[in-house]
């Protein structure tokens, strides 16, 4: 036997972290990086965060899950205060970003069939997108390496260019029913959608009869300063999917929508053995006391704009190796002359972890607790990593 008992689908790095303390991971051996990545954008709070740890402590030890054959008191605040926060008058609990996503589509479906337009069954989705790894969520996206192998899938998705509103009004016809989009996209290399798309993709959304599906896995829940990305666009969609900082480590989504989009979403239409489940509700719970605490999305938006500075009087002095920096908030991205996943390689080796991204973007998505004396320990160790760095040689 030569397969892993793990299934092998990962390349996994050799960091093997076993405990980990606010912006900081370390190993068996003691060894410490510094966390600029947050599991990619997961642990907003950090790790350990007291109130966090204590909520889900005390949740374990009353009531880890019931069933959603039951009444869930739980859900019913989570949601209530999730409705209060947003545009949305309703929300769906899941375990992932993909199936915040899965639910999305449904709902737009159930949408459709539900006004008496069964045939508009396609979602206008845009190139580079990430929307998650299930069948539904990589038919959504063009990106040939999520796609590879798993062919034919199912052709629900209509893909044309991101932040390109024409095409966009193009690709309209009698079987589109939305459009999907991440306001700044993670994975393709943190892409900031213009203003004009967005607003645009409203207001065609609005002329054509068509919902839009916000995908704020990554950029949501007080990553780029805002409670949600879209807020800074003035944009609001009919159905937003969020998951990574709501649960701060713990593995939960949520659909949220709005009454007109969720018509088709009845009794029966959807279900989750573990969604919305009392311990992810205290995570979740616990995530919003601390990003609502006044002042905590000014702190954001200061230590972005702190570090976003930093990175700009770092480049010119690696210019062979750093263009520019991107982003918003605690979102950003460091944009390379070449490879990214090799230079986030040689940056773990000066101890400090970040997430590479298409369009050779380093991402850096640090807790949103960050302060500036891990600013400056980032940008020091980024210098350092960038004296000793030889990029490889294109052959
Ligand atoms: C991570 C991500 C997803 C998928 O979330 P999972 O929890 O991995 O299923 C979907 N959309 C975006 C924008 C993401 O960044």
């Known amino acids: 036997m030569t397969i892993s008992p793990l299934m092998p689908v990962y390349g996994r790095c050799e960091v093997a972290p076993v405990r980990g303390d606010g912006c900081y991971l370390y ?51 989570l949601a209530q205060r999730l409705v209060d926060l947003t545009f949305a008058d309703t929300v769906f609990f899941t375990n992932s970003g993909a199936e915040a996503i899965e639910c999305s589509v449904k709902t737009v479906f159930a949408y459709h069939y539900a006004t008496g337009n069964p045939h508009k069954h396609r979602i206008i989705t845009f190139s580079n997108a990430f929307h998650g790894r299930t069948l539904a969520t990589i ?9 590879k192998g798993f062919e034919p ?72 300063g805002h409670l949600f990305a879209h807020e800074m666009y003035g944009v609001t969609p009919d ?25 088709g979403m009845v009794v029966g239409t959807h279900g989750s053995t573990y ?20 002042d905590f999305l000014l702190q954001v938006r200061e230590m972005g704009a702190r570090l976003t500075q930093a990175l700009e009087q770092m480049i010119p002095n690696h210019d062979t190796l750093f263009e520019s920096v991107r982003g918003h ?44 004396k891990q600013i400056r320990e980032c940008v020091e160790r980024l210098s350092e990593a960038a004296r000793s760095y030889q990029p490889a040689v294109a052959a």
Request: glycine residues 10%.
């Open 27 to 77: 190993d068996a051996q003691g060894r410490e990086w510094l966390d600029m990545a947050s599991g990619i954008a997961v642990n907003c709070l950090g790790h350990g965060h007291p109130h966090l740890v204590q909520a889900i402590q005390k949740q374990a030890a009353t009531l880890m899950h019931t069933s959603n054959l039951y009444k869930a008191p739980a859900q019913e605040h």
């Open 139 to 147: 038919s959504a996206t063009d990106q040939e390496k999520l796609r």
């Open 153 to 224: 899938l199912p052709d629900w998705f209509k893909v044309v260019p991101f932040d390109d509103l024409a095409a966009a009004e193009a690709a309209i016809d009698d079987t589109v029913g939305a459009f999907m989009v991440e306001p700044i996209q993670g994975e393709g290399g943190i892409r900031p959608a213009s203003p004009e798309f967005l607003q645009g993709l409203r207001a065609l959304a609005d002329k054509h009869g068509l919902l839009l599906i916000l995908d704020e896995v990554q950029c949501g829940v007080a990553r780029t």
């Open 239 to 263: 159905i937003m999917a969020i998951a990574k900082g709501i649960g701060g480590g713990f593995p939960v989504g949520a659909c949220l929508a709005t009454e007109k989009a969720a018509a």
């Open 275 to 294: 969604g919305g489940n009392p311990l992810a509700m205290a995570a979740c719970e616990a995530v919003l006391d601390i990003v609502t605490e006044p």
């Open 329 to 372: 908030g605690l979102m950003l991205g460091l944009k390379l002359k070449s490879d990214s996943r090799a230079f986030v390689g040689h940056a773990r080796s000066h101890g400090i972890l970040a997430v590479a991204a298409g369009d050779n973007v380093m991402r850096l998505l640090p807790p949103l607790t960050i302060g500036e």
